[in-house]
C-alpha cells in the first residue's frame, strides 16, 4: 500500500509547474503555505465522511465506530483519505501533503485511532509539526498574541495583520468606521453608538454607525438634525430643528435644457432627457410633456403624447389618417371621400424601377429589388416570377420558369475553333482551349513545349553535317602539305 502511495505522489510531483512569475510578499508567502495545509486538513476531514458513508452510511460517530469495526482506525482507510487528497489537490498541497504523510500517520495512530490526547489535524500538523500556521488570534514565529489580546484582536472591529499564520505585524486593520491601534475610536462621519452602562455591554466592543448622509464630516448621532455641519446640497433649517435639509433645485428655475427634466436627489439633482413625445416635459413619460413634439397629438382618454399618423404634413388631432391637417406631397394622396390621406401605390407605374428590377410599395413610399439572375423581367423576387428571361436562358415547357440553355448541345456550337471544346455554365458558356493548346490572339495555339522539341532536333542534325564537312576539309589539308 505504501508503494502505491509513494507511486501516486511520484507521478504527481512530475506536474507541478512553475509557478506564474507574481512577487509574494513575505506575509503572502507565509499565508499561502497555512493555506496549502489547511486545505489538507479540510480535506481529510472530508474523507473521513466519505470514507463513513462509503461504507456503511454514516451519521452517529459512535455507531459508525462500532459498525465499521476495524476499518474506521485502519490503514487502508488512511490511504483512502489521503489518496483523495493527492487526487482533488493542487500541486503545491499534494506536495506538501507528500513531504509530511508520515506525520499524518502518526496522529493517526498515535492520537485518533487511540484517542489519546485528542489533537485536531490542524494544530497537530500545522502548528505544531510544519508550522506554518498559528491559532487563532495570534502571529507570527512564536504565534504570540494580537493587538487587544487573542479572545478578542483589535477588539473585535479589525483585523490583525497576519492573523492564524506564521507571518505579519499583528497590526491593526481596522474596519470602515474605526481608527486607532486598537480599532477603539470613531473615524470621521461615524458616531459611537451609546449603550446602556451594564455589565453585559461593557464586555460588548465599541460600536460605530455612519453619520446622516447630509452630515459634511462629524456628527453625535443618527439623523439630520445631529451634524455638526451640512454638505453642499443641504441647508442647516434652525427654525424646526430638523438639521440638514435637501435643496431643491428642481423647485424653481430649471437648470436643464428644453428637452430635458429636473430629477431632485438628496444633496443633488441631475437632468434627464423627455420622452420622445414631447417636446418637453415636467418628468419621466409621455403623459409628463408640457407641449407634444411635431407631429404629435394630445390624446383625450390618456392625456399622453402619442404619433400622428404617417401620412400627416404638420400636425393632427388623432392617430387615424383623416385627423391630419393636411396630407404629405411625396407618397401620399388627399381622398376627397373619406378625407383620408392615402398610400400612393408607386409601383402602378411601369417607370418606377429598371428593367431588372421589381417594385415593392411601402407605407409613403416604395423599394427597388434586383430580380432573380434568370429573368429580364419580373414581378417579384425568386425564379419562378420571371416575365422575361435573360440571355443564356430561356422558358421551361410549361412557361412556369427560365431554365438555362446548354448551348454547347446546340448543333451549330458556338466554339469554331478545331482546337477548343465548349464548356456549358448556368447562363452562359464558355470555350476552353484542348490539351497542349493556348490560346493567343484569340486562337488555339499549340503549346511552346512542343515546338521546343522539334527545333532542338533541327539543330543536331546541323551540327553532324558541319562535322563531317569539317573532318573532310582536315584530310584535303593534310593531303596538300605532303605533296609539299
Known amino acids: 500500500m505504501k508503494y502505491e502511495k509513494t507511486i501516486t505522489f511520484c507521478v504527481l510531483l512530475s506536474f507541478i509547474l512553475v509557478l506564474d512569475a507574481v512577487d509574494l510578499t513575505p506575509l503572502m508567502k507565509i499565508t499561502k503555505k497555512c493555506d496549502s495545509c489547511k486545505k489538507i486538513v479540510e480535506k481529510f476531514y472530508e474523507g473521513l465522511k466519505k470514507t463513513n458513508k462509503a461504507n456503511f452510511g454514516g451519521g452517529n460517530t459512535a455507531w459508525e465506530e462500532k459498525s465499521l469495526g476495524k476499518f474506521f482506525f485502519s ?158 446640497g443641504w441647508n442647516f433649517d434652525e427654525e424646526d430643528g430638523v438639521g440638514c435639509v435637501d435643496i431643491d433645485e428642481c423647485a424653481e428655475d430649471s437648470p436643464c435644457k428644453d428637452d430635458e427634466y429636473c430629477n431632485n436627489k438628496p444633496g443633488s439633482h441631475s437632468c434627464e432627457k423627455c420622452h420622445e413625445h414631447c417636446k418637453d416635459c415636467t418628468g419621466p413619460g409621455a403623459i409628463a410633456c408640457k407641449q407634444c413634439a411635431p407631429l404629435h397629438f394630445r390624446d383625450e382618454n390618456t392625456l399622453e403624447c402619442s404619433p400622428c399618423h404617417p401620412g400627416c404634413a404638420n400636425s393632427c388631432t388623432g392617430k387615424e389618417a383623416n385627423k391630419c391637417d393636411a396630407c404629405k406631397e411625396e407618397g401620399w394622396k388627399f381622398n376627397e371621400e373619406n378625407k383620408n390621406c392615402d398610400d400612393v401605390d408607386e409601383c402602378e407605374k411601369e417607370s418606377a424601377c429598371s428593367e431588372n428590377e421589381y417594385c415593392l410599395n411601402t407605407f409613403g413610399s416604395f423599394a427597388c429589388h434586383k430580380c432573380h439572375k434568370a429573368c429580364q423581367k419580373c414581378s417579384k423576387d425568386g425564379i419562378e416570377n420571371c416575365l422575361t428571361c435573360a440571355s443564356g436562358y430561356e422558358k421551361n415547357e410549361n412557361d412556369t420558369t427560365c431554365q438555362d440553355i446548354d448551348e454547347c448541345s446546340l448543333e451549330n456550337g458556338p466554339c469554331k475553333d478545331s482546337n477548343e471544346d465548349c464548356l456549358n455554365t448556368v447562363g452562359s458558356f464558355t470555350c476552353e482551349c484542348k490539351k497542349n493548346f493556348e490560346r493567343k490572339d484569340g486562337k488555339c495555339l499549340q503549346k511552346n513545349s512542343q515546338k521546343k522539341k522539334k527545333r532542338k532536333t533541327k539543330k543536331v542534325k546541323k551540327v553532324e553535317v558541319n562535322k563531317d564537312n569539317l573532318a573532310e576539309e582536315n584530310l584535303e589539308s593534310e593531303k596538300n602539305k605532303d605533296e609539299l
Open 75 to 232: 490503514e487502508t482507510r488512511l490511504y483512502e483519505i489521503t489518496d483523495s487528497i493527492y487526487q482533488s489537490s493542487d500541486s503545491e498541497t499534494a506536495s506538501m501533503l507528500g513531504e509530511y504523510e508520515e506525520d499524518v500517520e502518526v496522529w493517526w495512530k498515535e492520537h485518533y485511532s487511540k484517542k489519546k490526547d485528542h489533537i485536531n489535524l490542524l494544530e497537530y500538523i500545522c502548528i505544531n509539526k510544519i508550522k506554518v500556521c498559528c491559532p487563532n488570534g495570534t502571529f507570527g514565529e512564536n504565534c504570540q498574541p494580537c493587538v487587544g489580546g487573542s479572545e478578542k484582536p483589535c477588539n473585535g472591529n479589525g483585523k490583525c495583520e497576519g492573523d492564524g499564520t506564521r507571518g505579519g505585524s499583528g497590526d491593526c486593520e481596522c474596519k470602515e468606521g474605526y481608527l486607532g491601534n486598537l480599532c477603539d475610536t470613531c473615524a470621521p462621519k461615524f458616531y459611537r453608538v451609546l449603550k446602556e452602562d451594564t455589565e453585559e455591554n461593557s464586555q460588548q466592543p465599541l460600536e460605530c454607525k455612519a453619520c446622516h448622509e447630509s452630515c459634511k464630516d462629524n456628527c453625535t448621532g443618527p439623523g439630520p438634525n445631529l451634524c455638526f455641519r451640512c454638505k453642499p
